[in-house]
C-alpha cells in the first residue's frame, strides 16, 4: 500500500467535500508518539457524511468489503491503494472524539490532518478488545504504550470512563500501576 498517496487522495477529497473526520489507528498513535506497524488506514467519520464517503472511495477505485450502521471497510481494486476502513460517528461518545481531535503533522509535515486523541484512541481500543477478544493482548499492549508516551498530559476521568463502560476498571488499575512502578 502506498501510504502517502493514499492519504494525499483521500484528504485533499475529505476536504473538498467538507467531511468531517479524523484518523485513528496505526497512524493516529504515531502522531500520539507511539509507533507501531500498520496495513491499513482507520478513520472516524461523521455518519452523515459517508455517503459522500462511498461515492468518493468508489471513483477512487475501491470497493466495499463490508459496511453495517458502524463501519465501511474498502479496499482497493489495485495494491498500491490497499484497505481503508472507517467507524461512523454516529454516537455521543464518537461525535465527542471528532470534535476533540486536533490538526497533526503526518509524512514529515507534508501533510496535516485531524487526528484523535491518544484517550480517545485508547477508548476504542478498550471497545475493540471487549468486542473481539482475539484483538485483547494486542490492544491492551497498545493502551499500555500509548499512556506510557503520553505520561502527565492525559485526562485519565475520560480513560476511566471508556473502562468503566465494559467493567474493566481492574484492567486500567492493573496498567496505572504498572506504569507508577516504572516512574519510580
Not at 482497493?76 to 497533526?104: I, P, S, W
Not at 492525559?154 to 512502578?181: C, G, P, Q, T, V
Request: hydrophobic share 40%; proline share 2%; net charge negative.
Amino acid at each position: 500500500m502506498d501510504f502517502e498517496s493514499v492519504f494525499a487522495m483521500l484528504i485533499d477529497r475529505f476536504q473538498k467535500e467538507e467531511i468531517c473526520f479524523a484518523l485513528m489507528g496505526g497512524f493516529a498513535m504515531h502522531a500520539c508518539g507511539y509507533s507501531r506497524s500498520t496495513e491499513d488506514i482507520d478513520m472516524l467519520v461523521l455518519n452523515e457524511d459517508m455517503p459522500k464517503v462511498k461515492k468518493i472511495m468508489g471513483d477512487l477505485g475501491y470497493e466495499s468489503l463490508h459496511e453495517s450502521g458502524d463501519v465501511s471497510n474498502f479496499k482497493g481494486k489495485l495494491r498500491e491503494l490497499g484497505r481503508v476502513d472507517f467507524l461512523h460517528a454516529h454516537r455521543h461518545y464518537t461525535k465527542n472524539m471528532l470534535q476533540r481531535a486536533k490538526g497533526c503533522c503526518i509524512f514529515n509535515g507534508k501533510r496535516t490532518v485531524k487526528v484523535l486523541l491518544p484517550e480517545d484512541i485508547i477508548g476504542l481500543k478498550v471497545q475493540s478488545s471487549a468486542n473481539d477478544p482475539d484483538r485483547h493482548h494486542r490492544d491492551m499492549a497498545d493502551i499500555e504504550a500509548l499512556m506510557r508516551c503520553n505520561a502527565g498530559q492525559l485526562d485519565l476521568n475520560l480513560i476511566r470512563e471508556y473502562f468503566a463502560l465494559f467493567a474493566r476498571e481492574d484492567e486500567l488499575n492493573a496498567i496505572l500501576k504498572r506504569l507508577n512502578s516504572h516512574a519510580q
